[in-house]
């Protein structure tokens, strides 16, 4: 079926399948790959967008429930050139190992700074305990939290 | 294709009606997981997120009714008066997750561990069904009839829930191997009614459906000093409390728990449970 949706702030008309999950569509379908595949279902937080500014999992949103809807993702956030605050702390504070969880965690902090510009340790811990890391055993993700709050503020 | 995102209810029970094959989905966060694991292969959806009415929730002749819709980061967010709503609404998935999944969603799935169904077991709620045929109201344990599954009809959908409102303290809380994304090995929900001299206790996650516990109930409803909220509970009254809790408790050994593990948590949260609600009600 055909959905209109608002992906960054352009306006893409596709055709999907029925069930294709809005994961499916923002990566096969239009090229944007900066949210990541990984548990299909909704464990891992990799493939944390917005839809109409709410925190989801991409995964779990059918592409058909994002008709007539905005769509942001982490390609929004910033650019190679030109990183957003978050990505700047991730790699100051050495955030960053693999690398596959970040476009997740970016976006879900970013989501948290926009609602709580100074968290505590606790409220940074349960806002991102819907994303996984195999790597950096979260400590140094809290401290990028921490430097990204005050770089901002 | 535009019937299959209604935008009223009357719309939704049209083309549940008119399109048996078209899978309702509200947060999509069971639903989604059952297709991209391939265990379901919907030939369309009814996406019901677009129906305002549904998300609403009113105290209205005494009774608290939330609609299907209403997000358990909503809930956990604006419903703060009922505290094992919010409480068992908090310990569900991720903020991720929250953002979306319903109560009527945990309704649809009927899975023992829901989280918001030992609540609605404790308030000994309604689930509130329509359909195009009409509307009709199931006491909690007579739609959910087993694991995952409930009475709800071909051409139905769930509308929301209802309980009436009561006086007095009380709690949920759930046993898992973290403090999020964790289905519950054990779960229990606690409600004291003040005005009915009663205690209530449900548990989730250790039978085939949310289950009450009648013989932990009315032992606690006689131990209680109902005139004298000062009056403290001896451990052993808890412990025996506990015990008749864990009783109720018909668990099996599953990849998350043993049956034996699942009767001692019941047996510990029951416990902590009523310890708080009478701490609660000494200090209200």
Known sequence: ?153 | MSGLSPGTLAEALEARAAHPEAVPIAGGTDLMVAVNFGRLRPESLLDLSGVAELSAWERRNGALRIGAGATFARIASDLGEFPPLVQAARTVGSPQIRNRATIGGNLATASPAGDALPVLAAYGGDVLLASVRGERRLRWDEFLLGPKRSALAEDELIVGVEWPLVDGPGSFAKVGTRNAMVIAIASVSLQLDTKARKVRLALGSVAPTVVRAPEAESFASDALDWDDPERPLPATTLHEFGAFAAAAAHPIDDVRGSAAYRRHAVDVLARRALAWAVDDRRAA
């Open chain 1, 1 to 153: 079926m055909t959905i209109t949706t608002t992906v960054n702030g352009v306006e893409r008309t596709v055709d999907v399948p029925p069930a294709t999950s809005l994961l499916t569509l923002l990566r096969d379908e239009l090229g944007l790959t900066g949210s990541k595949n990984a548990c299909e279902q909704g464990e891992c937080g990799s493939c944390s967008v917005w839809l109409d500014g709410e925190l989801v999992c991409a995964c779990l949103v059918a592409a058909v429930q994002a008709d007539g809807r905005a769509v942001r993702t982490v390609e929004d956030l910033g650019q190679p050139d030109r990183l957003h605050t978050v990505q700047d702390a991730f790699v100051a504070t050495g955030a960053v190992q693999c690398g596959f969880c970040t476009p997740g965690f970016v976006v879900a902090v970013a989501d948290l700074l926009e609602r709580d510009p100074h968290p505590s340790d606790e409220t940074i811990r349960e806002a991102l305990a819907g994303n996984l890391c195999r790597c950096t055993g979260y400590s140094k993700i809290v401290a990028a939290v921490h430097l990204a709050a005050e770089t901002a503020a």
